[in-house]
């Protein structure tokens, strides 16, 4: 088929499109044509904008150019004819930009090629219906180069000819999307330190459970919170028994080692999400139950004392079991938000402090007054 006579000056060797040569009407040919002029009189300015025309069919779906510019073939490396092929084999995520009608702000959605794949024909109906395309694209060429390219369009729909037409300019905009990914990389960088720094600090540097820092944080938000729901909470408070004189036999390493074993052991008892295990100072060690009754509460007890046996970490110089042990105090309250948190936690110490003095190794629960 030949082009009509009014345009046959508007196709050359280069031309791949299919509208000049179709049965379409003088209007949408006229307005194409009006369109290549201006875009090879653009080009011809050497502004770095890449000027395009592309059009799809409304049965087909199909999109094709009817004019790429030189610098488009030169960058995509290939003719006319294979654009739309390698174009779209080259994307690897397009960025569309929705304006928003509640606050008038802009939407960014990013797609994958995978997803790019399964929306092509939403997308288009989408720019139809809008008259506008604005997106970007991050396309991965030759050898594996990856460059940024801002593509802004009006759509332009002939409805005798069932034919859309997508008047554009692609941007090169990899310098400013570059520094953008560096930027939003560094911030990921920032807020995973800041997120290590946070963990740090309200972990104990030697046992690598919750320090006192985060045993107070713990204990005021759940008691809060429990106040608010009329539920209990308990608090086990443990002490190693005569650890000074474990370190005086064994050394301060193999102490350390002791606290690091029981720590774990105390830890694998505070199995729910808001119980909490944490080393309290020195010896002593801490474990929040929120959401427990006193039944609970001294099963728990009982648990890390089975924990702690089953290490069987020797102690020659205890006079209460060859063994390391441990003496728990535990108290169980409704919290009351006339009361401070540190209510419970005088009660458990007083409890602990009863443990001590009736010869270690057991557990005392207070009676609650």
């Not at 904008?49 to 009817?66: R, S």
């Not at 084999?89 to 509640?102: A, K, N, P, W």
């Not at 939403?122 to 801002?150: C, N, P, T």
């Amino acid at each position: 088929m030949t082009a009509d006579d009014d345009f046959k000056k508007y196709v050359d060797r280069g031309y791949c499109g299919k509208i000049f040569h179709g049965a379409y009407s003088k209007a949408l040919k006229k307005r194409l044509a009006q369109c290549i002029a201006g875009f090879r009189l653009f080009e011809r300015t050497g502004h770095p904008a890449i000027p395009y025309v592309a059009a799809w069919g409304e049965e087909e779906k199909m999109m094709w150019y009817e004019y790429a510019s030189n610098r488009l073939m030169r960058l995509m490396r290939c003719g006319v004819s294979d654009i739309v092929r390698v174009f779209r084999d080259s994307i690897v995520e397009r960025r569309i930009y929705r304006h928003q009608d509640t606050d008038g702000g802009i939407k960014q959605e990013a797609l994958r090629k995978s997803d790019l794949d399964k929306s092509r024909t939403g997308l288009r109906d989408e720019g139809k219906r809008k008259g506008l395309v604005e997106a970007i694209y991050k396309m991965s060429l030759d050898r594996g180069r990856i460059i940024w390219l801002k593509d802004q369009a009006s759509v332009e729909t002939f409805e005798q000819d069932g034919i859309s037409i997508s008047l554009g300019c692609l941007t090169d905009i990899s310098k400013e999307m570059e520094a953008e990914e560096a930027l939003k990389r560094t911030e990921r960088a920032l807020q995973r330190a800041n997120q290590q720094l946070q963990r740090l600090a309200t972990l104990d540097g030697l046992t690598q459970i919750a320090n006192r820092r985060r045993f107070d944080e713990h204990l005021n938000q759940e008691w809060r919170r429990l106040s608010r729901e009329h539920a209990p909470i308990s608090l086990i408070m443990s002490d190693i028994d005569h650890f000074k004189h474990y370190n005086d036999t064994y050394g301060h390493q193999m102490g350390d080692d002791c606290l690091k074993a029981v720590a774990r052991a105390i830890s694998e008892t505070a199995r729910r999400p808001a119980d909490l295990a944490a080393r309290y100072g020195g010896e002593e060690f801490a474990v929040i139950l929120p959401n427990t009754n006193a039944t609970g509460a001294l099963q728990v007890a009982r648990d890390i004392q089975k924990e702690i046996e089953g290490l069987n970490i020797p102690h020659d110089s205890s006079p209460v079991s060859p063994q390391v042990t441990l003496s728990l105090g535990v108290a169980t309250m409704i919290p009351d938000t006339h009361l401070p948190p540190e209510t419970i936690v005088e009660r458990a110490d007083r409890a602990l402090y009863q443990a001590k003095e009736q010869g270690r190794n057991r557990i005392i629960m207070t009676d609650g007054d």
